[in-house]
């Protein structure tokens, strides 16, 4: 699945620096991923809307409306979009890319069409007060983000990244700027929303053009996917718990009375959270480009070359060698992502203050935000470990792994509101970090048996 990287490793194999940069640029946003750059989109929407938008209060209730539409499409959709991914590599190893569109539609619709209906009587149920077009809005919205989310697990497999690009910057852009004229038509934060529903729709509609182009299906809608066999059925909590994990930390501070406030509805933000953490989430994109480059790629043709010597019946020498080179690729691809989150972090101590007063950011945010990059850079760490145990199909210890996630987000940011204002973050950052710690140990471990386990008990 990672056709997209071995293109851009190929870029950035090239002699010049310019050549290089822009490979770690590409992979950069590409890894990022959609709802990294919804998050941008919607603060720069928000930014520019300040006095064409009147009053700023709905441009507040634009960002919180989006922001609680990622966090529960991303939880809903999570276990999903693994079980997904694992289907299309299976099918893809067995050379039957004819699978992979037919079982997108089957997919898509067993999720969104519950998730379609659900979604209105809770609309009426938690957005009391609003207008009929903001729930209907945020009701499309809420399906359709579910539909891209599931899409974006094909686009890592794509190696047309320009045009990837292009549809990113069509649809963000083009909501931004069509956000804007609808702001100043005075549709107010219904156009804003609008807005982001058809940029979202550009993006969808783009990638299943490319996802057709790359795989051309011979029928129309397939539910092979749900065959015994095909179903891992242990990805399905942990793509529930990770999302879970990441969001915890961020409803508690939404919902806690001293931390967070009604902005619309029901719906809550947190003045003193929301900036910081949302920000600190930009600072993972140089760790996004090298995991992209190094586990995407580099580990891949390690495993790759691993396993077929093993079904091949290479030399036992030649297996072993191949262990080594992949453990010695992993660990390095995990050194390259702290390295690269390092120097992210001196550069945000360093030019952080600045930055915040350029973006008319009041810097009484600035300790929140390092420490909330410190925890976004650990679970880059998670990510790239829950990477390593996916590749060697050991999906219960993976789904164990994101649990301790979940819990100790959720138990150590309790602790800290409780504590009192001095403590906010350091749940999520030190959860994050007995998370990464334990699932490199983990991978440690299994990498050091995989030729018994391998040979022995498989």
Request: proline share 4%.
């Amino acid at each position: 699945m990672a056709g997209i990287g071995f293109e851009l490793r190929r870029l950035s194999r090239s002699d010049s620096y310019l050549g290089q940069l822009r490979a770690y640029f590409y992979a950069g946003i590409v890894g990022s991923g959609p709802w990294v750059l919804s998050i941008l989109a919607i603060l720069v929407l928000g930014v520019m809307s300040l006095g064409v938008v009147v009053p700023a209060q709905l441009i507040s209730q634009f960002q919180t409306s989006v922001t609680w539409l990622i966090a529960l499409s991303l939880i809903y959709s999570g276990g999903v979009q693994l079980l997904y991914t694992r289907y299309v590599a299976d099918r893809l190893f067995e050379h039957r890319s004819e699978e992979v569109l037919p079982n997108l539609f089957g997919i898509v619709l067993l999720t969104t069409l519950p998730l379609f209906l659900l979604s209105i009587p809770l609309a009426l149920w938690l957005l009391p007060g609003t207008t009929p077009a903001y729930r209907l809005l945020m009701v499309v919205a809420l399906s359709q983000l579910n539909m891209v989310w599931i899409l974006t697990v094909l686009l890592s497999g794509l190696k047309q990244y320009k045009w990837l690009l292009v549809l990113y910057f069509l649809g963000y852009g083009g909501a931004v700027a069509l956000g804007l004229a609808l702001g100043r038509a005075g549709l107010g934060m219904e156009g804003l929303l609008l807005a982001f529903v058809l940029g979202q729709a550009v993006i969808a509609v783009g990638s299943l053009a490319l996802v057709w182009r790359e795989y051309p299906p011979q029928r129309l809608i397939g539910f092979d996917f749900l065959r015994r066999g095909r179903l891992k059925l242990w990805l399905l909590p942990t793509g529930l718990l990770f999302n879970a994990g990441v969001w915890v930390d961020k409803f508690l501070f939404w919902l806690w009375p001293s931390t967070g406030h009604a902005v619309i509805g029901t719906l809550h933000a947190s003045v003193i959270y929301d900036t910081p953490v949302f920000l600190a989430y930009f600072t993972i994109i140089p760790g996004m480009a090298v995991f992209l480059l190094r586990m995407e790629v580099d580990f891949v043709l390690g495993y790759d070359r691993y396993y077929d010597a093993v079904r091949e019946g290479g030399a036992l020498s030649s297996i072993r060698h191949y262990r080594e080179q992949m453990v010695v690729t992993a660990r390095a691809g995990i050194y390259d992502i702290l390295k690269t989150q390092g120097f992210t972090l001196l550069g945000l101590m360093a030019l952080g203050p600045s930055l915040l007063g350029f973006f008319g950011i009041p810097t009484l945010y600035f300790p929140l935000l390092v420490i909330d990059a410190v925890g976004v850079s650990l679970q880059l760490l998670v990510m790239a470990g829950l990477n390593i145990l996916f590749y060697l199909d050991r999906l219960r210890t993976a789904a164990a792994m994101t649990a301790l996630m979940f819990v100790g987000n959720l138990a150590l940011t309790l602790v800290t509101l409780n504590l009192g204002p001095f403590y906010f973050g350091y749940g999520f950052v030190v959860a994050m970090l007995i998370s990464a710690v334990a699932i490199l140990l983990t991978c440690n471990r299994i990498l050091d048996r995989l030729n018994y386990t391998t040979f022995m008990l498989r």
